[in-house]
């Protein structure tokens, strides 16, 4: 199908793009931009007047829940939760049941994600078997099955020499390994940051040295092996400081945090609010100030969502016993949005961070809209406020914080390939 996209301000941040220009789409490609090419003639148009258009999104974490956990959501129903966020790529954590540690299960996931024709899933392969944190998986036959990075999810690899050997295997064949920061000693038990909301409540704690000790090691063990790490959901003050002199030092690391840390705080928990009961844990506002700051100077590489559905009955439990997680993919452009008007930061520059910096993080060619590559657009109105309810998500868990608020950013259309993969009808 030939797409005309006119009168859109098109925001491109590879290309260093802010402009209003139609964009010309052909055969599932960018074919040209503010000129039609001769001959020309468009199947449809879409009138993009008011409305950014840029490349589609590439969200860094998005749990969607298969195999294994239908319960708390479908493959279908995530991934129209991701178009309908402008998402057209995402990375999707190992831990789903059984965990992605089996070239087969890689293959299913991809298979059955590539038959629904919506976004481009890109599996993360689990470091270890099972994600125990004592056994390698065969990181070479998983990449072969569709894996082109590896990690341990939310699940702590306690063995530093387990660590080493992973960290080695991985940079003989090239490969990122991502991992999130958190010592599971000092975590033991805990469910929120280690300040006085917790200490008000009774809540048993997680201290901010959880997290810089956990990245001492990685980033000492980068030194000695020379892999590429990515570290996975910064939440703390102390952390954002060492990343920035790890980052320094040339070493090869890059970082992201959710949006839900850039906007939230223990704080937020108020009375027991278990949309609140996050991994990491909400921190205190210094440290929220303090990820913000890391975004604007280039510490911290990317916002992603972190989207994590939950069933209804595995929030009503106590604080403590209540299942970790929030969904986020449908919220990770307003907040961004948010972000950039609060900070008075640049659009490009906003975009950024959930279109190019994730597409290089993943080492995708994907997040830009240079001539001859996939048309793979969001074409939404910044000014559309849209509020956030249990019937307006898209998601089949609905566990957000921020459930009953007014964002700015509404997604009108998603294309992949240029295909029309979702269209906004409300």
Same mark, same amino acid.
């Given at each position: 199908m030939k797409i005309h996209i006119k009168n859109g301000r098109l925001i491109d941040p590879k290309n260093g793009i802010d402009a209003i220009q139609d964009v010309f789409i052909a055969a599932g490609k960018i074919l040209s931009l503010g000129f039609a090419p001769d001959t020309f003639s468009a199947d449809r148009i879409i009138d993009a007047q008011g409305c950014i258009v840029c490349p589609g999104l590439i969200d860094l974490s998005v749990r969607l829940r298969e195999p294994g956990l239908k319960y708390k959501a479908t493959l279908e129903s995530e991934m129209f939760a991701v178009v309908a966020g402008g998402v057209t790529s995402l990375a999707?954590?190992?831990?789903?049941?059984?965990p992605l540690d089996e070239p087969g299960l890689v293959k299913m996931l991809k298979h059955r994600a590539k038959n629904l024709n919506l976004a481009r899933v890109y599996p993360i392969g689990a470091l270890t078997k099972a994600l125990s944190g004592t056994r390698l998986t065969e990181m070479a036959e998983l990449h072969d099955a569709g894996c082109i990075v590896f990690g341990q999810s939310n699940v702590a690899l306690t063995n530093l020499h387990v660590m080493m050997q992973a960290m080695r295997y991985a940079s003989t064949f090239g490969f990122s390994v991502w991992l999130r920061p958190q010592d599971a000693h000092l975590t033991h038990n805990g469910v929120a940051h280690d300040g006085e909301i917790a200490?008000? @409540? &009774? @809540?048993?704690? +997680?201290?901010?040295? /959880?997290?810089? %000790? /956990?990245?001492?090691?990685?980033i000492l063990l980068v030194k000695e092996t020379g892999v590429s790490v990515h570290l996975c959901r910064l939440s703390s003050m102390e952390g954002v400081?060492?990343?920035r002199a790890a980052k320094r030092q040339g070493l090869p690391i890059t970082c992201d945090i959710s949006f839900n840390h850039l906007y939230l705080s223990d704080m937020d928990i108020g009375f027991f609010d278990t949309n609140c009961h996050l991994v990491p844990p909400l921190r205190s506002t210094s440290d929220r100030d303090a990820l913000s700051v890391g975004l604007l100077d280039g510490t911290i590489d990317a916002i992603c969502s972190d989207h994590t559905p939950v069933d209804d009955d595995a929030k009503l439990l106590p604080f403590g016993q209540a299942e970790i997680g929030a969904i986020g993919v449908e919220l990770l452009l307003p907040f961004? @949005?948010?972000?950039?008007?609060?900070?008075? +930061?640049? @659009? +490009?520059?906003?975009f950024a961070k959930i279109t190019q910096q994730p597409a290089r993080i993943l080492g995708i060619d994907a997040g830009h809209l240079s001539l001859n590559s996939a048309a793979d657009l969001c074409i939404l109105d910044p000014e559309q406020y849209w509020k956030v309810t +249990?019937?307006?998500?898209?998601?089949?868990?609905?566990?957000?914080?921020?459930?009953g608020m007014? %964002?700015? &950013?509404?997604?009108?259309?998603?294309?992949i390939n240029g295909d029309i993969v979702y269209q906004d009808t409300d």
């Open positions: 999707c954590p190992p831990d789903t049941d059984p200490t008000r @409540l &009774g @809540l048993p704690v +997680i201290p901010v040295c /959880a997290e810089t %000790i /956990a990245l001492s090691n990685i400081e060492m990343v961004t @949005l948010k972000w950039a008007t609060e900070k008075r +930061i640049s @659009l +490009i520059k906003a +249990i019937t307006t998500i898209k998601s089949q868990s609905k566990n957000t914080p921020f459930l007014e %964002i700015p &950013g509404k997604v009108k259309y998603t294309l």
